[in-house]
């Protein structure tokens, strides 16, 4: 073995120490408390110590129930965006509008600032998340690995804060509330839809435990068992 090789092995070891103690770690987002990261029974939820926030969990299935909530995300986002959102009518006179209409309406105000900004909270971001999630649960679920996950995985986590469809909505009811005694609104499958896309996310939100993600993505290359399981095995 020639110096250069020994050299490469001798740093490579220290690193690979490191990795072995920080994979048996986690961090409460709270308040930054380091605990080992011990195996739970299916079911169980993992707190912090000192302020009882939320660290990991053990949920049975978990990637199937988050796959499935992806792909109907998925699904609600296309029927959101195919169809009016709603269409008001005024002295007999008729205009349907839809989300992506309504973006452009707003550059065609000579708005490009908040059409941009409406156009990447409200279309692009969630859509970016919904199938980044899919990228990385369908290799997972199908025992797969594609290239990028773990730095599609990081944008996603980015991404999240982002996403402002539920404010969307809000605007959209608020002022669908200040029209209704001026005109005759007719709300259409695009809004129920985008309603029912609002509360997919905030269920994927919940289901989602990026820590138990992560696991899987860094150690699991194979092992459908314990995918399937749901769970933090070790």
């Given at each position: 073995?020639?110096?250069?090789?020994?050299?490469?092995?001798?740093?490579?070891?220290?690193?690979?120490?490191?990795?072995?103690?920080?994979?048996?770690?986690?961090?409460?987002?709270?308040?930054?408390?380091?605990?080992?990261?011990?195996?739970?029974?299916?079911?169980?939820?993992?707190?912090?110590?000192?302020?009882?926030?939320?660290?990991?969990?053990?949920?049975?299935?978990?990637?199937?129930?988050?796959?499935?909530?992806?792909?109907?995300?998925?699904?609600?986002?296309?029927?959101?965006?195919?169809?009016?959102?709603?269409?008001?009518s005024v002295s007999g006179n008729t205009q349907s509008i839809s989300?992506?209409?309504?973006?452009?309406?707003?550059?065609?105000?000579?708005?490009?600032?908040?059409?941009?900004?409406?156009?990447?909270?409200?279309?692009?971001?969630?859509?970016?998340?919904?199938?980044?999630?899919?990228?990385?649960?369908?290799?997972?679920?199908?025992?797969?690995?594609?290239?990028?996950?773990?730095?599609?995985?990081?944008?996603?986590?980015?991404?999240?804060?982002?996403?402002?469809?539920?404010?969307?909505?809000?605007?959209?009811?608020?002022?669908?509330?200040?029209?209704?005694?001026?005109?005759?609104?007719?709300?259409?499958?695009?809004?129920?839809?985008?309603?029912?896309?609002?509360?997919?996310?905030?269920?994927?939100?919940?289901?989602?435990?990026?820590?138990?993600?992560?696991?899987?993505?860094?150690?699991?290359?194979?092992?459908?068992?314990?995918?399937?399981?749901?769970?933090?095995?070790?």
């Open positions: 073995m020639t110096t250069r090789s020994r050299q490469i092995t001798h740093d490579r070891a220290p690193r690979r120490y490191v990795e072995s103690v920080l994979d048996h770690l986690v961090a409460c987002h709270e308040c930054d408390l380091l605990h080992d990261k011990l195996p739970i029974g299916v079911g169980a939820v993992a707190r912090c110590s000192r302020c009882n926030a939320f660290l990991y969990s053990n949920r049975p299935n978990n990637i199937d129930r988050c796959l499935a909530v992806s792909l109907a995300s998925l699904i609600m986002f296309v029927v959101a965006n195919a169809f009016p959102f709603l269409a008001i989300i992506i209409s309504a973006v452009f309406a707003l550059s065609d105000e000579g708005l490009w600032l908040l059409s941009i900004l409406c156009f990447g909270f409200i279309l692009l971001i969630p859509l970016l998340r919904v199938v980044g999630l899919l990228y990385i649960l369908l290799p997972l679920r199908f025992d797969r690995r594609l290239p990028g996950l773990e730095l599609v995985f990081r944008g996603i986590v980015a991404l999240s804060p982002w996403s402002m469809m539920e404010i969307y909505m809000l605007g959209a009811i608020v002022a669908l509330a200040k029209l209704a005694s001026m005109a005759s609104i007719e709300l259409g499958l695009s809004f129920w839809a985008f309603a029912l896309l609002n509360l997919l996310s905030a269920l994927a939100a919940q289901m989602v435990d990026t820590h138990t993600l992560w696991d899987f993505l860094s150690h699991s290359r194979g092992g459908l068992e314990k995918i399937l399981a749901g769970g933090n095995q070790d």
